[in-house]
């Protein structure tokens, strides 16, 4: 029962994407919707029965299979669900935003041309994140994570006559080729360690190598370390962490529902789900864990700098991801597993919110992106509006909201974490609260409060948009407070985290901590996160609201300042100008020099050329003239005789 | 049905059907083409029903004697290697025939006989048993492949057709000569008895060293490949898809067949070379590959860089063995070539399927001439955007499976050549997409694009045939594993045992 529960859960959305990408034009735009929608509901329901099962009764392991997809000789490799509370509660959520972006995206894509071919991605990558999430083994991790990397590839692009949503699309798709490349090597090692790629025996084999040195010739390394390594560039390629976060910015050139989805609630957390699956492993290399904390931190800050720059509404919010993205890879770095997936889950309610609020607003303003040519649309717009100030509330972690429980559990477990990086860390991630709530805020006042700054009138749309906008509201506001004490004091990870020392004190603080969702909220007053928050509200208050003349005229002389922002310290001209351009004349020279010049035209051609040559040397013998061959033959025959007789052969 | 001499019946079908056809009027040669297709195919599944997937040793062998002067017999048999071949080269033939005989507008008959020679000669490859069976086959592929780019090719056909004739029968001589220097030290020109003969390191490196460059050049390795550029550029859209999908393989059949089990401590001895070499295809001629601007070019510059994997699957068992007497990830390494074998005839053989069709529209292979391609041919995108995902190794395709083995397996000799056989997902996902981009995305800017029309119902069949493999494959390439794994552990004992 639960198996198939499981493989009907997984296999609807692949059924809906098939029908409307295969079946759309004939069924019509009505019918394909509705089919799709039918199926994730399917899946919704099914993920519901599955989590009531783990969560809540929380059982054992189980694998449901589908097939075998190869089994040569040792390597057999089993496709189907393994279900556990890890697996189970990323499948809930994917279900649960996934079905409200194909009701959202009713109205977002009303009278698109694509339309059949938009929901039949979108159910496509519903069921490759399924895929990834209940993969039981690392190949079909491998598919997973491929898949959604394919279906973001083709969203982003989805409007493939313009050429930056082209360009944003293979982007991100190179881009997370590399993070591939690091995943697949992971994989490579895993396989050579242990022999097999399957979860339950991966980790338990695994961790009896803690002490194995690999040598690679110039240098050696610990096995575990470098696949804790490998295993953090692949999830830096997805969850677009320093330097591959190139990529996200510019993913937001998709239709706004899909960077709801896959660009804030959940393909973009598939970095940070992997390090918790093989958190054990994590744990036995504190030298990547340093890495991670560094890597982390300095995106949760700098990125989130960046977003106070932008005025496309949904770069800010892309900006804010990486800058929480960050946040979840800083908590895995201090070993609080826990805490990471709980902000992965509010993040994923609250910024998917956030995209289709900004969604909301840019159909309202027709299709209009610019925060500058907005204000005052708070009164237009009651619904977006009361919506956005929920996301943005948690998103800032104001006390009681969602944000508030998961952000302020990671801020205390890097805190109390011991290793080196930590107290940077710590400073990044203060810091970075209080850049987040001046973008956040920035973003809310400009467009919502103010003068209008455009002409023409706007209305809240059709109610397929805002209904969504409601139903992910009220999990930004109150899963947290609700769903804390189940986290930390329930621990329903239970033993599928890591259990090393380590994780298991920051399990046992931050329990103490969140004892009292209420108590804790209060508590909060006496956090410093709490006040760079307030501060970044003063900030932006006073810029945008009471004294918007004074900032103004002090504007220029902050420039300077903005500049290495704006400039995005340089990361995309640096991928630009020195890695794109040199790679590409690199190639040309290659083709045009080496393979060319000298393997074809030089030797091959060259060798046939002689030939030819030495052709027409001989060919002088060759006169035709009888006398000519008649004088040859005598000479000839007076060379062999003397030969013979002096030689005597 | 057991005890029919299914192999030369398929062999003298196409024959005869090849005969006939060229003699026949065009409305009867169609129906004798497509009706031998059929029969080719059904007698394929019958091979394939006969075949017994749990034994390692020739089956469905044939024998008749040919010459009793010399002592030479005709022997033919198939094992878990030859038979995935076998039924890729009858699928593949059934396919071109099906989809470029539209694109063909002068000798259509003797088009249609070419490839049926071909079928022929392929299959006589992958199941001749006899050196010299072999070698027949293996020379009489090339006559019907230099007719065919030198007949229907484009602009600069006779310079590819002769450079690509030189080119692999240069080292024919060299192979002919080894081949008969094991048939008279073994008594009998029999390949599995070359197999068990005691060879010293100094004949085997003097065999290898002739078998690879027929061989090599075949595949084609690195420095050996530039024939491969021209002719696929040159070639008709039929000719390039039997000579990346079939003609490649060949050569690659012959590393399994010949250089691995005859000369196993001398590929041991120069292994290192050899994997050097294949990783230099697939990361040097992966950059070259950005570097195009005719997308024929480009496809045929992939198509050489996915080989490497294939040459780099079949050597990489040495250095794993030496390194962990590691057999399993032997296995996966040999089982892995074998697949990337397969699935880069539907990698690179649907692109070149495909990209036929919108030359026979568009007339052009340049890139700069094409853009926007896909809001006039959304049909056709689609497809092409399976072969590029296939051709970029995503998994759930076919392109995926063979390049994954390979890759993990290579782990157990060093991390470095996985790093580098690893920068082919970025490199063939950049040309590749680069390519796809240039072609089909983007506003229509040349006026001759937005006069193309889209793909016709039988052409759909083609390409929908090709996905299905794809597809197939890639979910389920249990389905070939199974048929060569017995074959590929034999492999893998006999070419790891040190002869020396």
Redesign the interface.
């Given at each position: 029962m639960i198996k198939s529960v499981a493989l009907i859960t997984w296999l609807a959305p692949l059924l809906g994407a098939l029908m409307a990408g295969l079946l759309g034009e004939k069924l019509g735009p009505k019918n394909t919707h509705r089919f799709t929608i039918g199926m994730v509901t399917i899946s919704l329901l099914g993920a519901l029965y599955l989590s009531s099962i783990f969560i809540i009764h929380s059982s054992d392991p189980i694998f449901a299979k589908l097939f075998t997809w190869i089994d040569s000789n040792t390597f057999i490799i089993e496709i189907g669900i393994y279900l556990d509370a890890l697996s189970v509660i990323m499948m809930l959520v994917v279900a649960f935003v996934s079905l409200l972006v194909h009701i959202y995206s009713i109205g977002y894509m009303a009278g698109d041309e694509g339309y059949c071919r938009f929901f039949s991605y979108v159910s496509l990558f519903t069921f490759a994140m399924f895929a990834l999430v209940g993969a039981q083994n690392f190949a079909q991790l491998f598919f997973g994570w491929e898949g959604v990397g394919v279906v973001s590839y083709l969203l982003i692009g989805y409007y493939f006559t313009k050429p930056s949503a082209v360009n944003g699309g293979l982007k991100a798709f190179l881009v997370n080729r590399i993070g591939d490349l690091g995943l697949l090597i992971a994989i490579a090692l895993i396989f050579y360690y242990v022999g097999a790629l399957d979860y339950p025996t991966v980790i338990p084999m695994l961790e009896k190598f803690d002490q194995d040195i690999l040598y690679l010739g110039l240098f050696e390394i610990n096995g575990l370390t470098l696949i804790a390594f490998t295993l953090l560039v692949g999830a830096m390629g997805k969850s677009a962490q320093i330097p591959l976060h190139v990529w996200l910015p510019e993913s937001m050139e998709g239709p706004t529902p899909i960077s709801a989805l896959i660009h804030a609630a959940t393909m973009v957390t598939a970095g940070v789900f992997l390090i918790c699956r093989m958190s054990p492993i994590f744990d036995y290399s504190p030298a990547v864990l340093n890495l991670i904390l560094i890597i982390g931190s300095t995106g949760a800050l700098f990125l989130g700098l960046v977003g106070i720059v932008q005025n496309d509404i949904k770069r800010i919010v892309a900006y804010s991801t990486l800058s929480q993205l960050g946040y979840m890879i800083a908590a895995t770095g201090a070993s609080a597993y826990t805490a990471a997936m709980f902000h992965l889950l509010m993040h994923a309610f609250f910024k998917a919110l956030l995209f289709l609020c900004a969604g909301s607003v840019i159909v309202a303003m027709h299709h209009e992106q610019n925060i500058q040519n907005m204000g005052g649309l708070r009164r237009e717009l009651p619904i977006t509006f009361v919506c956005s100030l929920i996301g943005t509330l948690s998103l800032v972690a104001f006390p009681f909201t969602s944000g508030f429980y998961s952000k302020d559990s990671i801020i205390s477990a890097v805190h109390h974490c011991y290793l080196p990086a930590a107290s940077y860390a710590y400073m990044c991630l203060l810091l970075g609260a209080g850049a987040t709530s001046i973008y956040s805020f920035r973003s809310l006042f400009l467009t919502f409060f103010g003068k209008k700054r455009f002409t023409g009138a706007v209305s809240e749309p059709k109610w397929q948009i805002t209904f969504p906008l409601i139903v992910l509201a009220i999990p930004s506001l109150f899963l947290g407070m609700s769903s804390v004490g189940l986290f930390f004091i329930g621990n329903i990870f239970g033993n599928t985290l890591s259990t090393s020392t380590i994780a298991n004190a920051q399990m046992k603080l931050l329990s103490h901590e969140f004892a009292n969702p209420l108590l804790s909220g209060i508590d909060a007053l006496f956090h410093p996160a709490f006040y760079f928050m307030i501060l970044g509200f003063v900030i932006t208050l006073f810029c945008y609201i009471t004294n918007h003349e004074t900032f103004n005229r002090i504007k220029p002389s902050l420039k300077r300042i903005a500049y290495p922002l704006e400039m995005k310290f340089g990361f995309d001209w640096f991928n630009d100008h020195i890695i794109v351009r040199s790679i590409i004349q690199f190639s040309r020279r290659l083709y045009r020099y080496l393979d060319k010049h000298v393997i074809d035209e030089g030797i091959i051609l060259g060798l046939a050329k002689r030939c030819l040559q030495a052709s027409y040397t001989f060919k002088i013998v060759q006169t035709g003239y009888v006398y000519h061959y008649a004088s040859m033959t005598i000479l000839s025959l007076f060379l062999i005789i003397f030969f013979v007789l002096y030689i005597g052969i | 049905m057991t005890g029919y001499p299914l192999l030369s019946i398929l062999i003298l079908q196409s024959l005869i059907s090849a005969i006939w056809i060229v003699g026949s009027k065009y409305q009867r040669a169609q129906v004798i083409t497509y009706t031998s297709t059929l029969i080719s195919i059904l007698i394929s599944i019958l091979i394939f029903f006969q075949f017994n997937p749990n034994s390692f040793e020739m089956q469905l062998t044939e024998s008749y004697t040919w010459i009793t002067h010399w002592n030479l017999n005709i022997q033919l048999g198939i094992d878990g290697i030859s038979l995935p071949l076998i039924l890729l080269t009858v699928f593949i033939n059934a396919v071109i025939i099906t989809a470029t005989s539209s694109m063909v507008n002068q000798h259509i008959t003797k088009y249609w006989a070419l490839f049926f020679v071909l079928q022929a000669m392929v299959v006589g490859v992958f199941s001749a048993n006899n050196a010299f069976l072999f070698y027949l086959f293996w020379e009489g592929m090339l006559i019907p492949m230099y007719l065919c780019i030198g007949i229907w090719g484009s602009n600069l056909r006779s310079y590819a057709a002769i450079k690509f004739f030189?080119?692999t029968f240069f080292g024919s001589v060299l192979m002919l000569l080894a081949l008969i220097y094991l048939s008279i030290k073994a008594g009998s020109d029999n390949i599995l008895g070359f197999y068990d003969l005691p060879l010293s390191m100094h004949e085997q490196v003097l065999i290898l060293i002739a078998f690879m460059f027929v061989f090599a050049v075949k595949v084609p390795m690195w420095?050996l490949h530039?024939?491969l550029p021209d002719a696929h550029t040159e070639a008709p859209a039929g000719g390039s898809v039997i000579l990346a999908a079939l003609m490649l393989k060949v050569g690659a059949y012959g590393f399994f067949r010949f250089c691995l089990p005859v000369t196993p401590d001398a590929c041991s001895e120069y292994a290192f070379v050899l994997i050097g070499l294949s990783l230099v295809a697939i990361v040097?001629?992966g950059?070259?590959?950005?570097?195009?601007t005719d997308m024929k070019r480009l496809i045929a510059y992939s198509s050489v860089a996915h080989m490497g994997f294939v040459s780099l699957g079949c050597f990489i068992i040495f250095p794993i063995f030496k390194s962990t007497g590691h057999l399993?990830?032997t296995?996966?390494a040999i089982?892995g070539a074998m697949m990337q074998m397969i699935t880069h005839a539907f990698g690179s053989g649907a692109m070149f399927l495909a990209f036929g069709m919108l030359y026979d529209q568009l007339h052009s292979r340049l890139i700069a001439d094409m853009g926007?391609i896909?809001?006039i041919m959304p049909k056709f995108t689609a497809f092409f955007m399976v072969f590029a995902?296939t051709n970029i190794g995503?998994?759930?395709t076919a392109g995926?499976?063979g390049e994954?083995?390979v890759?993990?397996?290579?782990?157990?000799a060093?991390?470095?050549i996985?790093?580098l056989a690893?920068?082919s997902?970025?490199l063939s996902?950049?040309y590749t997409?680069?390519m796809f981009?240039r072609v089909?995305?983007?506003?229509v800017i040349i006026e001759h694009v937005s006069h193309l029309k889209d793909i016709n119902r039988s052409q759909q069949i083609a390409l929908s045939v090709m996905t299905a493999g794809i597809f197939l494959i890639g979910?389920?390439?249990?389905c070939i594993?199974?048929l060569m794994?017995q074959t590929?552990?034999h492999l893998v004992q006999t070419s790891l045992q040190a002869k020396v």
């Open positions: - | 030189l080119y420095p530039t024939w040097i001629i950059l070259v590959a950005l570097a195009q399993p990830a296995h996966l089982s926007g896909a809001q995902f995503v998994p759930g995926f499976v994954f083995m890759l993990i397996s290579t782990l157990e060093s991390v470095w996985t790093l690893g920068l997902l970025i996902a950049s997409l680069f981009k089909f995305f983007g506003p979910i389920y390439p249990n594993t199974h794994d590929v552990t």
